[in-house]
T-cell receptor
Framework: NAGVTQTPKFQVLKTGQSMTLQCAQD?????MSWYRQDPGMGLRLIHY???????DQGEVPNGYNVSRSTTEDFPLRLLSAAPSQTSVYFC????????????FGSGTRLTVV | QQQVKQSPQSLIVQKGGISIINCAYE??????FPWYQQFPGKGPALLIA?????SEKKEGRFTISFNKSAKQFSLHIMDSQPGDSATYFC???????????FGTGTRLLVSP
């Protein structure tokens, strides 16, 4: 049982490049989220999904796109990377609407130069 | 605006001591308050959670105290151990909503 798998673990991008952070879960969880973690700011919600085909914006959605074509996968796309997007990104999944614990992946450390 | 305020930012406790981390929230509709523990290079992991119908929940050395009228909740780690050294996040959410709002985190160091 792998839980939540994120790839890659590390990535360096040049300003203006695009890329996709991958997230997959094997727990049949309906709810999936993307957070970014920055020093002193905790975890901030980027986008979330309550099921396949349904996504919505979180607190800091600008510069990011998501889609949810299957229950298992929830990729995060950076359209045109900026230095302000340098962060650690976490994908999380949950069985229910906040009343169950979130399972987090191990994170992707992204540096934009 | 920050919906969940967490303090202190960092904490040093001697082995065997009590670690206390505090959080305050603004939205009275929140009805689920979890604490997450994060070790370096890892994702956060659920530690313990409480609903507002109880004032305290204990799991081993970890206790959540909840004060609904003050809109505050805290994590107490009894008999703190070096292995408890990690970053702790409080969070809050509302039943029926996906969004889990996190505090800014507390870096705990338990000295041997």
């Amino acid at each position: 049982n792998a839980g939540v798998t994120q790839t890659p673990k590390f990535q360096v991008l040049k300003t203006g490049q695009s890329m996709t952070l991958q997230c997959a879960q094997d727990m049949n969880h309906e709810y999936m989220s993307w957070y970014r973690q920055d020093p002193g700011m905790g975890l901030r919600l980027i986008h979330y999904s309550v099921g396949a085909g349904i996504t919505d914006q979180g607190e800091v959605p600008n510069g990011y796109n998501v889609s949810r074509s299957t229950t298992e996968d929830f990729p995060l796309r950076l359209l045109s990377a900026a230095p302000s997007q340098t962060s650690v990104y976490f994908c999380a999944s949950s069985q229910g609407q906040g009343i169950y614990g979130y399972t987090f992946g191990s994170g992707t450390r992204l540096t934009v130069v | 605006q920050q919906q969940v305020k967490q303090s202190p930012q960092s904490l040093i406790v001697q082995k065997g001591g009590i670690s206390i981390i505090n959080c305050a929230y603004e939205n009275t509709a929140f009805d689920y308050f979890p604490w997450y523990q994060q070790f370096p290079g890892k994702g956060p992991a659920l530690l313990i959670a409480i609903r507002p119908d109880v004032s305290e929940k204990k799991e081993g050395r970890f206790t959540i105290s909840f004060n609904k009228s003050a809109k505050q909740f805290s994590l107490h780690i009894m008999d703190s151990q070096p292995g408890d050294s990690a970053t702790y996040f409080c969070a809050a959410s509302r039943t029926g909503f996906q969004k889990l709002v996190f505090g800014t985190g507390t870096r705990l160091l338990v000295s041997p």
